[in-house]
């Protein structure tokens, strides 16, 4: 997914007082660290990894495609897969695009737990940022609160936040990462660490942006991303996306599907 519809111009402050209110509540519930046995080694506790993403029909910001996969781990393959065509109402502010977004992945998550609940993933890896983020609270961060589950942000381009900018400096390190699994930390002018830049494939040089979601470490979540590579987005979003875009494509053949993120 890569760019969002415009702002209206019309949106009421009081929906963002609203929307930011929530927030800020969902926030304090917040977990940065592991909080699940099998985080301490994942090739002996960890069985089913989630992935989820929204693609978008060309031009068009309303019919959308919600994509939930899980896949087996550690061999990826997908055991369960789940496509719906949605239709997004809610209105796009900056900052707040889970508001948009996450009651349609939560529905997934429901279908789930009613058609097959024993492959309820462990650990869910979202398209889009967790605290890599404006207000430190991304799409994978709302989205493992409400679910109660860990989740990890996996995005393709960098969220410029915090003073992290796209620079010369930043090329230069990217340039540093010489082989899949290496990484350098995203440090914003506040000092904290939001984020790695991981080079996820040997067979890519561009890095993916890794951020905590929930309940999981910035340490675990880059070496689950890691493993969850055969390319260079980890299996579980790349088939997610892969299904969501074949459904739109079915769904409406004469238009093509895009991406949104932020």
């Not at 702002?7 to 929906?15: G, M, R, V, Y």
């Not at 031009?59 to 949605?86: F, M, Q, R, W």
């Not at 260079?232 to 949104?260: T, V, W």
Request: contains cysteine; hydrophobic residues 35%.
């Amino acid at each position: 997914m890569e760019t969002a519809p415009a702002e209206p111009t019309d949106i009421s402050e009081e929906l963002r007082s609203e929307w930011e209110g929530e927030q800020d509540k969902l926030k304090t519930k917040l977990v940065l660290e592991n909080c699940e046995p099998w985080q301490s080694k994942l090739e002996e506790g960890l069985q089913y990894v989630g992935g989820v993403d929204l693609s978008f029909v060309k031009g068009d910001d309303v019919n959308a495609c919600s994509s939930l996969v899980v896949t087996s781990y550690p061999d990826l393959k997908v055991v369960y897969e789940d496509c719906c065509h949605i239709q997004l109402t809610a209105p796009y502010i900056p900052g707040f695009l889970a508001f948009r977004e996450v009651p349609f992945l939560v529905e997934s998550f429901e279908r789930l737990k009613k058609k097959n609940p024993e492959l309820m993933p462990q650990v869910v890896l979202v398209d889009g940022n967790g605290i890599l983020h404006p207000k430190e609270f991304g799409l994978a961060c709302h989205l493992g609160i409400i679910l109660d589950i860990p989740t990890v942000g996996v995005a393709k381009k960098l969220f410029q936040v915090d003073g992290l900018e796209k620079n010369a400096e930043h090329a230069d390190k990217v340039k540093q990462l010489a082989k899949g699994g290496d990484t350098f930390p995203l440090i914003g002018a506040s000092g904290r660490i939001l984020g790695k830049a991981l080079r996820s494939s040997d067979n890519t040089e561009n890095p993916v942006y890794v951020s905590i979601g929930h309940k999981i470490s910035l340490e675990t979540a880059v070496c689950l991303v890691h493993q969850c590579c055969k390319y260079r987005i980890p299996e579980p979003i790349r088939q997610a996306d892969i299904k969501s875009r074949e459904y739109l494509r079915r769904l409406f053949p004469e238009q093509n599907s895009q991406d949104e993120k932020t």
